[in-house]
């Protein structure tokens, strides 16, 4: 795989993409809009994998980072009473960013299966914490408020997915996006193509591999923490079961292969599918959703090794 | 005698009971070319991997520039202008040539890379088709790497190692795995580029005509030892050499 000749989204394909969104929002019924909400949350979670995967790494433990996201917004609202979405954002994406810090000494070192593993365990770790704290409701998790923007507070008859919330979730997902897709196109993402292809080369380049991947540990902890704010917004409750279990980790690695890591919009497809796919399954063949899911993931693996993108890069390469 | 730009002083390498390098001590002056010799497992490598801060020397001390730089990483030793090309070429194998060199020239000396500015910009670029010009490998600009005939391979390699401009450019074996007829052309052109760019060079080889032809100087290695030290001719030529690194042949009358 050439990652180096991508097509990249251009500024402009971003800002059409979040504005269509935003146009839409009149005419979306509420289901769809808080599908797509959802969707862009998780995808960010998708979108950190998808760094690590152009690094040739890949953690069985995002779910550590969505629940630290989740979490730390969850707890600035319930014990500081702070509801600005903005500020909770910045908690969330602040205390994981903190924490991959310090875990990215001991992860930097590691490839393969044991840097995945390592996560895995920093997640189970985190997860029975959190179930055996009778203080944040254990594992029933607890409640989070209605949040606002800049003082801008949704009327008491206003549902949880305002226009507010929506709006908040698209623009900042597609200012995210745009900001990865520069960093995969900068040294730091060429530095990721230099670790999964030749990391010996890439020292004597005089690049730190291990530095290199620390950042990129950061970096993917960030995002999962975002959309774990995001995630705990929308829904209004944060549980251990929800954010830091490994099932829950597992879906994060599901999505970022569905989706590929050919483009910074591959993580939001995927995830929208795979949420699509769960709504319906969960509706019509309750019994057999994950068996869809299975099938799903099998035929993308043995048809479409590049993920859902490659499809995307199929087609404008015939209209070439 | 100029100061030395490179200096070991009693170097010592131990791997379980094979000693890899013992009592090394080297000098190599600005501009030199130094040929270094000796049989399979002699230690040539491994004392590549010692002055580029590979492996950390067990004992002895190295000196560039007249600093110490014992125990420095590959990292620092980069950095400090010291650079090498690999018996195995150590390439980026999924890329092409062309993406291996803009790879290599956007990233070089960033030990934390900047993450706010592209890589691929117009002076990167430039920069990258220079050095496939000056090795003459723009034909294969466009093909990856795990595609390339070994001759290529090893050219890249060497393009590669030197991004960034060394001071000092170690070659492990630059001409293994090609064939003899091809040795002097590779060769010749390696040795052209890195005279223009002004680096002084360490080249390991097995061929004792290469040797011959573009070595200023030769040391010779022998279990982890200095076995000879000196003028081609005189190494060369040196008895013990003979018996433990070059082998006897038979004289060839014809080639002269
Ligand atoms: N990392 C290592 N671990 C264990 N032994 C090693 C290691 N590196 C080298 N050796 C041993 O040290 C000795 C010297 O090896 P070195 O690779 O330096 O030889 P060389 O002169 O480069 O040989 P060649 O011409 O085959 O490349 C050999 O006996 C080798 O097996
Ligand atoms: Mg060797």
Same mark, same amino acid.
């Given at each position: 795989m050439t990652a180096l000749r991508n097509i990249r989204p251009t500024t402009a394909g971003i800002a059409l993409a979040a504005a269509v969104l935003l146009g839409l929002w009149p005419l979306l019924p509420a289901w769809a809009a808080h599908t797509a909400a959802v969707s862009l949350g998780g995808g960010l979670v998708a979108l950190g994998l998808m760094i690590l995967i152009r690094f040739g790494l890949v953690s069985f433990g995002q779910g550590l980072f969505f629940a630290i996201g989740g979490y730390a917004a969850a707890l600035a609202n319930q014990f500081l009473g702070i509801t600005d979405m903005l500020v909770l954002s910045v908690a969330g994406i602040t205390a994981a960013g903190a924490i991959a810090w310090a875990l990215g000494y001991i992860v930097r070192g590691h490839r393969g299966i044991f840097f995945a593993m390592l996560n895995l365990a920093f997640s189970m770790i985190l997860f029975g914490i959190l179930a055996k704290t009778v203080a944040l409701g254990s594992t029933d998790g607890f409640s989070v408020g209605v949040p606002t923007l800049l003082g801008v507070a949704p009327g008491p008859e206003a549902g949880r997915l305002t226009f507010v919330l929506f709006g908040f979730i698209v623009i900042s997902s597609a200012l995210v996006a745009w900001i990865v897709d520069r960093i995969l196109a900068s040294p730091v993402g060429y530095a990721g193509q230099g670790v999964?292809?030749?990391?010996?080369?890439?020292?004597?380049?005089?690049?730190?591999?291990?530095?290199?991947?620390?950042?990129?540990?950061?970096?993917?902890?960030?995002?999962?923490?975002?959309?774990?704010?995001?995630?705990?917004?929308?829904?209004?409750?944060?549980?251990?079961?929800?954010?830091?279990?490994?099932?829950?980790?597992?879906?994060?690695?599901?999505?970022?292969?569905?989706?590929?890591?050919?483009?910074?919009?591959?993580?939001?497809?995927?995830?929208?599918?795979?949420?699509?796919?769960?709504?319906?399954?969960?509706?019509?063949?309750?019994?057999?959703?994950?068996?869809?899911?299975?099938?799903?993931?099998?035929?993308?693996?043995?048809?479409?090794?590049?993920?859902?993108?490659?499809?995307?890069?199929?087609l404008r390469g015939r209209n070439a | 005698m100029p100061e030395a730009l490179l200096e070991t002083r009693g170097l010592g390498k131990?791997?379980?009971?094979?000693?890899?390098?013992?009592?090394?001590?080297?000098?190599?002056?600005?501009?030199?070319?130094?040929?270094?010799?000796?049989?399979?497992?002699?230690?040539?490598?491994?004392?590549?991997?010692?002055?580029?801060?590979y492996l950390t020397p067990d004992r002895g001390r190295i000196l560039f520039r007249g600093t110490d730089i014992t125990g420095c990483t590959v990292g620092e030793a980069t950095a400090a202008g010291i650079h090498r090309s690999f018996q195995i070429p150590q390439l980026f194998p999924g890329l092409t040539v062309y993406e291996n060199l803009l790879l290599s020239v956007g990233v070089f000396g960033h030990r934390r890379p900047p993450w706010w500015k592209p890589l691929v910009r117009p002076e990167i670029q430039e920069a990258a088709r220079r050095v496939m010009e000056q090795y003459r490998i723009s034909d294969s600009a466009e093909t990856r790497v795990d595609r390339l005939p070994q001759g290529v391979r090893k050219l890249?390699?060497?393009?590669?190692?030197?991004?960034?401009?060394?001071?000092?450019?170690?070659?492990?074996?630059?001409?293994?795995?090609?064939?003899?007829?091809?040795?002097?052309? @590779?060769?010749?052109? @390696?040795?052209?580029?890195?005279?223009?760019?002004?680096?002084?060079?360490?080249?390991?080889?097995?061929?004792?005509?290469? @040797?011959?032809?573009y070595a200023d100087r030769v040391i010779a290695f022998r279990e982890g030892r200095v076995l000879a030290d000196g003028a081609p001719q005189e190494v060369l030529e040196n008895p013990a050499v003979i018996e433990h690194v070059v082998g006897r042949r038979p004289p060839r009358s014809s080639d002269a």
């Open positions: 999964r292809e030749n990391e010996l080369r890439l020292r004597y380049l005089g690049v730190s591999a291990r530095g290199a991947v620390h950042l990129a540990y950061i970096m993917a902890a960030k995002l999962a923490a975002l959309g774990g704010v995001f995630t705990v917004l929308l829904i209004g409750h944060v549980t251990p079961e929800d954010t830091a279990y490994w099932t829950k980790s597992g879906e994060f690695v599901f999505v970022a292969i569905l989706g590929g890591a050919g483009n910074v919009a591959a993580p939001f497809i995927a995830q929208t599918v795979f949420e699509l796919v769960r709504t319906f399954a969960l509706q019509y063949v309750p019994e057999a959703w994950q068996m869809l899911l299975g099938i799903t993931l099998l035929l993308v693996i043995l048809f479409l090794p590049g993920g859902l993108w490659s499809l995307v890069d199929r | 131990t791997f379980g009971a094979v000693v890899a390098a013992e009592d090394v001590s080297v000098s190599v002056a600005a501009g030199e070319i130094v040929g270094v010799i000796g049989a399979n497992g002699a230690g040539k490598t491994t004392f590549c991997n010692m002055v580029t801060g890249l390699d060497i393009a590669m190692a030197m991004v960034g401009g060394p001071a000092m450019i170690l070659l492990d074996e630059p001409t293994s795995g090609i064939s003899t007829e091809e040795k002097f052309d @590779v060769m010749g052109n @390696v040795i052209d580029a890195l005279r223009s760019s002004g680096a002084t060079v360490l080249f390991v080889e097995h061929d004792m005509d290469v @040797v011959g032809r």
